[in-house]
């Protein structure tokens, strides 16, 4: 659920995720944005999550989590990249 915390999300790893929402690729593949806590400290995790036909749950296959103090620089940096790319015609 978008925006609501869960603490049963990654057990074995995050103290605390809020999902934020998905970014669907395709209808196998999505990722997932979340605000997540680890020894009292921030992080923006991304995961990639994978589906099969066969079995239709989405499990994560990888990911990163950001330093919540250095989102603005990512955001910043992608903003660049989201610029040059448009300056080749992507």
Known sequence: MAGKANKNNNANFWDSEMLI???NSDELHKTSISICTKNNK???SITK????????TFKPTGGTAIPYQT??????????AI???KKLGW
């Open 21 to 23: 929402g998905y970014i």
């Open 42 to 44: 921030n992080f923006i």
């Open 49 to 56: 999550m994978v589906r099969t036909q066969a079995n239709p």
């Open 71 to 80: 989102a603005q620089q990512v955001q910043a940096l992608i903003g660049k």
């Open 83 to 85: 610029a040059e790319g």
